[in-house]
């Protein structure tokens, strides 16, 4: 209500100063932002959150992604700094948003489970003595274990540390060395690379070899399932393709934490925690749609 209040007032003193009217971009922006509000997404601890700096994103093709549509990019701010961001295409259809500090919602258009640690890639040493990113894929598996780490039938799945759970799943895995040809990391450090099916089989090995009682299963992406296991209190992991945050002209094909789903004028959003995404809080959920997603990485007590 308020934002809308704000962007009626705007038009209206443009109007009699003779000013001209909001950028299209900027009247698109701000009605997204107010849809999130209405649907209890944007956090009130944020204070009043205010549509910044827009911009005309032309994306650019890398050897997973074709070419695709040129669309818009929008920061969000709040009372205390960057609040989020928010992209939508040319004909307004919102595709990815994040608001800072939101890690659990349960509202009549939105839920989204705490309790998945937000780790984050590292660099490693490759065999040449390069660096080399940890890989979406482990690192993804490694949040997973974390968060059953954390309950009591299931806390023999744990580790010494974060970075050791990573390290562990990676070494069940083929990994692939990719050089970052496009630019998605600042120091032009090499990707790494593995497949959904071998971490669905390494996080399953690595239960079954501390005694946890888990069945892992691979699926492909289905709404009602993915909404009947986050509502029983279980995280999945997805594959999907997205914008990088810091760069949203490139995308790429991810592995990242699925603890969301959400309803936004009749558009349906998977929200994440991901691996290659450092919102200014910490674990911050990032929304994208779900026509992204492929796969799902399922984990479940047996007991």
């Known amino acids: 209500m308020r934002t ?48 910044a700096a827009i911009r005309r994103i032309q994306p650019k093709p890398t050897r997973w992604v074709r070419q695709g549509r040129p669309f818009w990019w929008a920061e969000l701010r709040g009372d205390d700094g960057a609040a989020g961001h928010l992209a939508w295409t040319d004909e307004g259809q919102l595709i990815d948003f994040s608001l800072e500090g939101l890690r659990e919602v349960i509202t009549p258009q939105a839920f989204a489970l705490a309790g998945v640690p937000p780790i984050q890639q590292f660099p490693l040493k490759a065999p040449d003595d390069s660096a080399v990113a940890s890989g979406c894929v482990p690192t993804a598996g490694a949040s997973l274990i974390a968060f059953w780490s954390a309950r009591p039938g299931t806390a023999a799945w744990g580790g010494a540390g974060e970075q050791d759970l990573v390290l562990r799943l990676r070494a069940r895995m083929r990994m692939g060395i990719l050089p970052d040809l496009e630019g998605y990391t600042d120091g032009k450090m090499s990707l790494a690379g593995a497949f959904p099916d071998e971490l669905a089989e390494a996080l399953q090995a690595d239960a079954d070899e501390r005694g ?3 069945d892992v299963a691979l699926s492909g992406y289905d709404r009602a399932l993915l909404g009947a296991e986050l509502s029983a209190g279980r995280p999945v ?10 760069k949203p002209e490139l995308s790429w094909g991810h592995q990242v934490v699925g603890v969301g789903r959400a309803e936004v004028g009749g558009v349906h959003y998977v929200g994440v925690v991901d691996n290659f995404f450092t919102p200014r809080i910490p674990g911050s959920i990032r929304w994208i749609a779900d026509d992204r997603i492929g796969q799902l990485v399922l984990v479940r007590p047996r007991r």
Do not use: I, M, N, Y
């Not at 649907?39 to 204070?47: C, D, E, F, Q, R």
């Not at 992991?237 to 810091?246: G, S």
């Open 4 to 51: 809308t209040l704000r962007a009626s007032l705007f038009v209206l003193v443009a109007w009699f100063l003779g000013c001209a009217e909001p950028k299209p971009e900027v009247v698109q922006a701000e009605s997204h932002l107010s849809a999130l509000r209405h649907a209890g997404l944007v956090p009130k601890a944020l204070g009043e959150v205010e549509v």
């Open 212 to 214: 946890v009682d888990v």
């Open 237 to 246: 992991l997805v594959t999907c393709v997205v914008l990088l945050p810091r």
